[in-house]
């Protein structure tokens, strides 16, 4: 792996820079459902008054901001949501936790920022949410203007240019409460691939624009109209163990596409674990995979979803390889782009897009690859 940002040797693999969210990459291959959400300590997190999520723009060059309103505009037309957007101009600068939702672009002084993010991160989403509730009441979304080179591309000319509302799209689902649909470089289902929250991107890539059907499962899952069919968990077995990864077959009721399962001790000190992959066999039964690398053995609770406001749990015990080492909340625990900062009482969560180089690969020729 080569970490690389703008006038730091960057590489092109087929016409195309790469840039990588995650370092975790899964061992299991199926037909999945992988919408994964943001939560602790057994909660997700969402906004309360979804219909009116407020947001400013601060420092954002004018050519960009039209591409920022359709990568909102995008979350909001998926059909069954409940969400709506108000946008203003600000020249206050922004800060965490300061009950309003900043997008900044960020010229100079990128790795003096307070949170002190990477100069190869080319974009990191901030929120703040409560243990109690799960409510969002802060975030904000900084953009790396000091070492990438930002655009809205609309032609292969502009290969080289990090596309605006491509990554606006997908920094906008952290806002939102998603985490990423997969985690792993060469994933198998194309799907969780092609969704707006894969962990990948490409300098020049313009598809993920737009929220894909697993990024669709994941809104609607926080934000459907209308009221969804409460889940219940009868009972929860492991069937298959390789390393960190475990298997669990589970019973229960009002299963579905839409469905978020996930372990926890409801703690802050404990992140969760977030099924990522799982494979709904009937409204009745749902296969779970679960990533245990920070996930401690002991007596927890295993809890589904529809909707955040309903949540069902299943008392059980689980034995790990856990490394103990970690501690502290993080986004679907785990989540590939999170800065690794542990979250404080306010439950401050970062989030970032980071540019890494594999040799020998590009996101074209991976595409081919499983197409």
Same mark, same amino acid.
């Given at each position: 792996?080569?970490?690389?940002?703008?006038?730091?040797?960057?590489?092109?693999?087929?016409?195309?820079?790469?840039?990588?969210?995650?370092?975790?990459?899964?061992?299991?291959?199926?037909?999945?459902?992988?919408?994964?959400?943001?939560?602790?300590?057994?909660?997700?997190?969402?906004?309360?008054?979804?219909?009116?999520?407020?947001?400013?723009?601060?420092?954002?060059?004018?050519?960009?901001?039209?591409?920022?309103?359709?990568?909102?505009?995008?979350?909001?037309?998926?059909?069954?949501?409940?969400?709506?957007? $108000?946008?203003?101009?600000?020249? &206050?600068?922004?800060?965490?936790?300061?009950?309003?939702? !900043?997008?900044?672009?960020?010229?100079?002084?990128?790795?003096?920022?307070?949170?002190?993010?990477?100069?190869?991160?080319?974009?990191?989403?901030?929120?703040?949410?409560?243990?109690?509730?799960?409510?969002?009441?802060?975030? $904000?979304?900084?953009?790396?203007?000091?070492?990438?080179?930002?655009?809205?591309?609309?032609?292969?000319?502009?290969?080289?240019?990090?596309?605006?509302?491509?990554?606006?799209?997908?920094?906008?689902?952290?806002?939102?409460?998603? $985490?990423?649909?997969?985690?792993?470089?060469?994933? #198998?289902?194309?799907?969780?691939?092609?969704?707006?929250?894969?962990?990948?991107?490409?300098?020049?890539?313009?598809?993920?624009?737009?929220?894909?059907?697993? $990024?669709?499962?994941?809104?609607?899952?926080?934000?459907?109209?209308? #009221?969804?069919?409460?889940?219940?968990?009868?009972?929860?077995?492991?069937?298959?163990?390789?390393?960190?990864?475990?298997?669990?077959?589970?019973?229960?009721?009002?299963?579905?596409?839409?469905?978020?399962?996930?372990?926890?001790?409801?703690?802050?000190?404990?992140?969760?674990? &977030?099924?990522?992959?799982?494979?709904?066999? !009937?409204?009745?039964?749902?296969?779970?995979?679960?990533?245990?690398?920070?996930?401690?053995?002991?007596?927890?609770?295993?809890?589904?979803?529809?909707?955040? !406001?309903?949540?069902?749990?299943?008392?059980?015990?689980?034995?790990?390889?856990?490394?103990?080492?970690?501690?502290?909340?993080?986004?679907?625990?785990?989540?590939?782009?999170?800065?690794?900062?542990?979250?404080?009482? !306010?439950?401050?969560?970062?989030?970032?897009?980071?540019?890494?180089?594999?040799?020998?690969?590009?996101?074209?020729?991976?595409?081919?690859?499983?197409?």
């Amino acid at each position: 792996m080569i970490l690389m940002g703008k006038g730091e040797g960057q590489r092109s693999f087929g016409g195309k820079r790469l840039f990588m969210i995650g370092f975790f990459a899964l061992i299991f291959h199926t037909n999945v459902e992988a919408f994964t959400l943001i939560t602790n300590a057994g909660k997700p997190a969402y906004w309360t008054d979804s219909q009116h999520i407020s947001y400013e723009l601060y420092n954002v060059p004018s050519a960009f901001v039209s591409s920022l309103e359709e990568s909102f505009n995008v979350w909001a037309e998926i059909g069954g949501v409940n969400l709506g957007f $108000d946008k203003a101009n600000s020249s &206050v600068e922004p800060q965490s936790r300061d009950g309003r939702n !900043s997008i900044a672009w960020v010229d100079t002084g990128w790795r003096e920022l307070a949170f002190s993010p990477p100069p190869n991160a080319l974009a990191v989403t901030l929120s703040s949410f409560s243990s109690s509730s799960g409510q969002v009441v802060d975030a $904000d979304i900084y953009f790396n203007s000091e070492f990438f080179d930002w655009g809205v591309v609309e032609s292969e000319d502009d290969y080289d240019l990090v596309d605006v509302q491509n990554i606006a799209t997908h920094e906008i689902g952290h806002l939102l409460g998603l $985490d990423h649909s997969s985690e792993d470089f060469f994933e #198998s289902e194309f799907n969780l691939y092609e969704a707006t929250m894969y962990y990948a991107s490409g300098s020049g890539e313009t598809f993920r624009r737009v929220p894909k059907i697993d $990024d669709e499962y994941g809104a609607l899952n926080l934000y459907a109209i209308s #009221s969804q069919p409460v889940p219940s968990l009868n009972s929860a077995e492991l069937v298959e163990e390789d390393g960190y990864q475990q298997v669990y077959r589970v019973l229960g009721d009002n299963f579905s596409e839409g469905t978020s399962f996930l372990l926890t001790y409801g703690s802050n000190a404990v992140s969760d674990a &977030v099924a990522r992959y799982r494979t709904v066999i !009937s409204p009745t039964e749902a296969e779970l995979i679960f990533d245990m690398r920070y996930f401690p053995s002991g007596d927890v609770s295993l809890v589904a979803f529809n909707d955040p !406001s309903h949540l069902a749990s299943y008392l059980m015990t689980v034995t790990t390889q856990s490394d103990s080492s970690f501690s502290g909340a993080e986004s679907g625990g785990g989540g590939g782009c999170s800065l690794q900062m542990a979250a404080s009482s !306010s439950n401050f969560i970062p989030f970032g897009l980071l540019l890494i180089g594999l040799l020998g690969m590009s996101l074209r020729s991976r595409s081919r690859q499983t197409s």
